[in-house]
């Protein structure tokens, strides 16, 4: 019977040309998948509001989950304010905290923010995928997510994952 | 000096398998007390190794970089003993040792397969030079840099938890034997009965594979603290898949010894079985699937894991296909047979296998096919596609054991019949009396119905023929239709809620109450945190929980500790969640009916290791 | 199918964070969905966990997501299809027919391959 040698070898192969191949994918860049960014309102830690419309505003924009109780947010805090004095204007997002934690933190530590949106029940965050901080979301035209890391954001992931997309 | 010993004793036993594969195939020696001798230095290089690596841990080493990053002074010495395996290079090294001790035991008791033990070599040989050169434990660290090493993960510190990766290997590394044994046969072509030796060895590895299994069950219930005991984990799928092949293999070679059929398909699962095993492991250390489980290895050694468990598959199936046996009898195979009852079965098992297997790479395919997209294929998959041919398989497992070989009309007809509408029609009635209808309890408890009643029907048949019963298989089957009773009734009349209480506040599930009685702190050696008492009150007894919320210091972990109340009847289940202020909790409770025949029913199936298969009642 | 009612919904603040709630509900089988649910998502955050067994503040607040969509009248695939959107394929467990035509129709055509084989096996003897 020709057909089952034939067969088995097909099998093996594409069974084991999947998994060798999947390894060496494993150790390259991964290809983000974009999304639209869902509209939504909320008020700044200064009281005022804020529309996600106003994101149209500006072709990119880099919006930085952050909180008081996040022990990595104190750990990338030195490199938000570094890109701050590169020009880069990030977008705040106080995520699950408390108003006059906030305020201290920022005076205490320096702010790093040209907006900070006050997001104390979490529900801005819940649309834009966020599961806890801190996290940074770069926004392409006001509608659509182009990239989104989870974790502390240092040179290193700014160069691999940030920077290509902003020098286009 | 100790792990360079240790390093050197591996090394050696690396050369000797060699050296064992080399001879057996260019020079077989006309004394087959060789193969005794070699295997017994090479089991004992390996076991002094293992020694050695103990050696460093119980003596807090730290200046071999393994122990440093899987052990941690304040271990209790049995756990320091079991961190041994706690982590990859380590249980290689485990596995390396099981799988030397089970080819010893072969060539002690079958000294007269000519190159068994020469292919079982070359997988040890692979994965021997595997550790040796790309994950040895006994890697130096220097210089030595923290003296308090870390932590052995919280949550493996636990003893169900420390013996499931053994008994795993002692199962996984037992199906190297039966792909040894087969090899030999299609090398060497003589008689069928040397193939014999591969339905014992078939059962060793299920039993040990059942037992390992059901451990991770087992530890998953109680220690994750969610009240799952199956996720349908990829790590968890590896080891299924070999299970579910091996129980095909198991079925196959019965077949095999009893009436000289199935001869190249049982040769064919050996292959298979082996694959399965190698590959689960793959998959487990690789880190190319995510899961709570995996060892995460660099892809590099990833590759070469790999590469050994396709050229192993492609040495199997080479010498299967250039050489398979053309001798086999052709018996009369009608749809009532008993030969037709284990066509089905393996074809059965081997189908669920792929769907297991499939399923749980799929992601992967998904992912390179549509240029880097995601998916997670979980639980409510694998139910929906495993359980259909789960069932199907079960109602001939009930009606297989009653057909005769050879049978070509149905010679039980009365007794099939009967089975099969008493258990319908009983289980119809309960399901509609005693609960509101599913479909899936119907057919589940009819089909255990019908297992039940098949078993005690053989039982009976040959007390009063006094013919010999296959003891070792009614336990097996009856293990198996208790663990599916379990599944069927905690599975589809479980009972769950969620709440939030204040201290002596209650809330009803049912029939009964949950009162918040009080929240202690609670302090040990590498712990700290809080413990709730709960009591639940049925109709005519009061139940105390104590569920804890963990977090342990040195590895930065919280963990959450469930309070269980067993019974044989129903467990009641309580997990804590958020803490709110100083005395109210969200927490969750749930009542598992049955659950534990679960887990009795595994170890009544791998208890059928120890029974024999011919017991003649006088 | 009796219809029962469970305690008040019980509102408190803790650091600052969001209100916690009991999960009621009027209905016997919307309180079945909410928790079978739970186990079709995974938690985004902890790898291998639905929400149903995680801890995590993201797990909360999916899980009041889901209540709240139960409460709306929304379907149960309405509620998946929206987590999807907001977090991406991968965070249910059950893969869309449509995307995954192959991996539920492999299955069924395994079926079809086994009675194809019996019925070959069986001829052979005859």
């Known amino acids: ?168 | 000096m100790i792990p360079e010993l240790g390093n050197f004793l591996l090394i050696f036993s690396m050369i000797n398998s060699l050296l064992l594969i080399s001879i057996a195939l260019v020079f077989p020696p006309k004394d087959k007390r060789f193969f005794l001798s070699a295997s017994l230095v090479t089991f004992l290089a390996i076991f002094l190794s293992f020694i050695a690596l103990e050696i460093s841990f119980l003596t807090d080493d730290f200046s071999v970089l393994y122990v440093a990053t899987n052990s941690n002074p304040n271990l209790p010495i049995y756990y320091k003993f079991a961190a041994l395996w706690g982590g990859h290079e380590g249980s290689l090294l485990l596995f390396l040792l099981i799988l030397a001790g089970w080819i010893l035991v072969f060539v002690f008791f079958h000294r007269d397969h000519k190159h068994s033990s020469a292919f079982m070599n070359i997988v040890l040989f692979a994965l021997l030079s595997f550790t040796v050169f790309l994950s040895n434990p006994f890697e130096r660290l220097l210089p030595i840099s923290s003296i308090s090493g870390s932590d052995l993960n919280p949550l493996l510190q636990d003893f169900a938890f420390t013996i499931h990766p053994p008994m795993l290997y002692m199962g996984y590394a037992g199906l190297v034997i039966p792909f040894g044994i087969a090899m030999n046969f299609l090398l060497n072509q003589e008689k069928v009965k040397q193939l014999a030796p591969i339905r014992s060895w078939s059962v060793v590895s299920w039993s040990f594979l059942t037992l390992g299994i059901s451990l991770g069950s087992w530890w998953a219930y109680y220690e994750l603290g969610w009240g799952g005991w199956w996720f349908w984990d990829p790590v968890e799928n590896s080891a299924l898949v070999p299970w579910l092949l091996c129980t095909a293999l198991i079925h196959s070679s019965i077949a095999t010894n009893a009436r000289q059929i199935f001869i190249n398909w049982t040769i064919a699962l050996t292959i298979l079985s082996l694959a399965g095993s190698l590959l689960g492991m793959f998959l487990v250390r690789s880190g190319i699937i995510t899961s709570v489980h995996s060892f995460a290895l660099d892809p590099d050694r990833g590759i070469f894991l790999l590469l050994i468990c396709f050229v192993i598959v492609i040495l199997g199936f080479s010498l299967f296909f250039l050489k398979s046996y053309s001798k086999g009898l052709k018996t009369d195979m009608g749809i009532y047979s008993k030969e037709f009852m284990f066509f089905i079965n393996n074809a059965f098992l081997v189908t669920l296998s792929a769907i297991v297997l499939l399923g749980t790479i799929y992601p992967i395919i998904y992912e390179i096919f549509s240029g880097g997209d995601q998916i997670t294929v979980g639980a409510p998959y694998f139910n929906m596609v495993t359980i259909p041919f789960a069932l199907i398989l079960l109602f001939f497992q009930a009606i297989g054991p009653l057909t005769k070989w050879g049978g070509n009309k149905i010679d039980n007809l009365n007794s099939i019949g009967m089975i099969i509408l008493s258990s319908t029609a009983l289980s119809y009635l309960v399901s509609n009396i005693f609960f509101s209808f599913s479909f899936y309890e119907f057919v589940g408890n009819a089909i255990v119905l019908m297992l039940i009643q098949s078993l005690t029907l053989l039982v009976f048949k040959s007390f009063h023929s006094k013919r010999k019963i296959n003891l070792s298989m009614i336990a097996g089957h009856l293990g198996l239709a208790i663990l599916t009773f379990g599944i069927t009734i905690s599975s589809l009349n479980s009972v769950e809620k969620e709440f939030v209480l204040q201290k002596n506040e209650s809330v009803s599930v049912g029939s009964s109450t949950i009162t918040l009685e009080n929240t202690q702190t609670v302090q040990e050696d590498n712990y700290y945190g809080d413990r709730v008492t709960f009591s639940f009150q049925e109709e005519d007894r009061v139940l105390k929980l104590y569920p804890e919320r963990r977090f342990y210091p040195a590895s930065r972990m919280e963990t959450t500790e469930a309070g269980i109340y067993p019974s044989i009847y129903k467990d009641v289940y309580i997990s804590l969640g958020q803490k709110i202020g100083e005395n109210a909790w969200a927490a969750k409770v749930q009542i598992k009916p049955l659950v534990r025949f679960i887990w009795l029913g595994a170890i009544i199936m791998f208890l059928a290791l120890f029974v024999r298969t011919n017991i003649k009642f006088k | ?126």
């Open chain 3, 1 to 126: 199918m009796k219809s029962f009612l469970m305690i008040l919904i019980l509102s408190s603040f803790v650091n600052g964070q969001d209100e916690l709630k009991i999960f009621s509900f009027i209905n016997d089988l919307d309180e079945k969905r909410f928790y079978s649910l739970q186990k079709e998502v995974s938690c985004p955050l902890c790898e291998g966990s639905s929400i149903a067994g995680s801890n995590a503040p993201i797990a909360f607040d999916i899980k009041n997501k889901i209540y709240e969509e139960i409460l709306l009248g929304k379907s149960d695939e309405e509620i998946l299809a929206n987590l999807r959107n907001i977090f991406g394929e991968e965070v249910t467990y059950k893969p869309s027919f449509e995307n995954n035509i192959f991996l539920w129709l492999l299955p069924f055509i395994f079926f079809l391959l086994i009675l194809f084989a019996a019925r070959i096996f069986l001829k052979k003897n005859d």
């Open chain 1, 1 to 168: 019977m020709k057909i089952y040698p034939l067969l088995t070898i097909l099998l093996v192969i594409s069974l084991f040309g999947l998994l060798f191949f999947q390894l060496f994918l494993n150790s390259g860049i991964e290809e983000f998948d974009q999304k639209k960014l869902a509209p939504f309102e909320s008020n700044l830690l200064n009281g005022d509001s804020f529309t996600s419309e106003e994101l149209k505003n500006n072709s990119l924009s880099l919006l930085n989950v952050w909180a008081t109780w996040c022990v990595g947010c104190r750990l990338e805090h030195s490199y938000l304010m570094e890109l701050e004095k590169k020009g880069i204007s990030i977008i705040g997002i106080n995520y699950k905290d408390d108003k006059e934690k906030a305020f201290k933190w920022l005076d205490q530590f320096g702010d790093p923010y040209s907006e900070n949106i006050f997001d104390e029940k979490g529900e801005v965050g819940f649309l834009l995928g966020v599961s806890g901080a801190p996290e940074t979301f770069l926004i392409k035209n006001g509608d659509s997510v182009v990239m989104h890391h989870m974790g502390v954001l240092d040179e290193q992931v700014w160069n691999n994952k940030f920077a290509p997309l902003i020098d286009k």
